[in-house]
């Protein structure tokens, strides 16, 4: 099993800056790819980032430019650099995992991102 519990979710005017963390706990040798997805009221959960354990990355288009995703192996983290913050970013953030071998997807309980002038 693997647990992941995020951090960094805040409210913050638009054209700020926030950067979530995701810290994984358990089998975290199993996971490979690491990401983040979003869900605003009412609208279905969509893909923001994802990065491999070997540092891939890939983008939603309507965050490239603007965010950024990171992984620390050792620290069995995964972070979100976020600029140039639209109110249509606002949403509950969630941290991802998959395992290697099963493919089972992990999550995170969310961090509300809130974007608002």
């Known amino acids: 099993q693997v647990q992941l519990v995020e951090s960094g979710g805040d409210s913050v005017q638009p054209g700020g800056s926030l950067r979530l963390s995701c810290a994984a706990s358990g089998s975290t040798v199993s996971i490979n790819d690491m990401g983040w997805y979003r869900q605003a009221p009412g609208k279905p959960r969509e893909l923001v980032a994802q990065i491999t354990s070997g540092g891939y990355t890939n983008y939603a288009d309507f965050v490239k430019g603007r965010f950024t995703i990171s992984r620390d192996n050792a620290k069995n983290t995964v972070y979100l650099q976020m600029n140039s913050l639209k109110p249509d970013d606002t949403a509950v953030y969630y941290c991802?995992?998959?395992?290697?071998?099963?493919?089972?997807?992990?999550w995170g309980q969310g961090t509300q991102v809130t974007v608002s002038s």
């Open positions: 991802n995992a998959v395992n290697r071998r099963t493919l089972y997807n992990y």
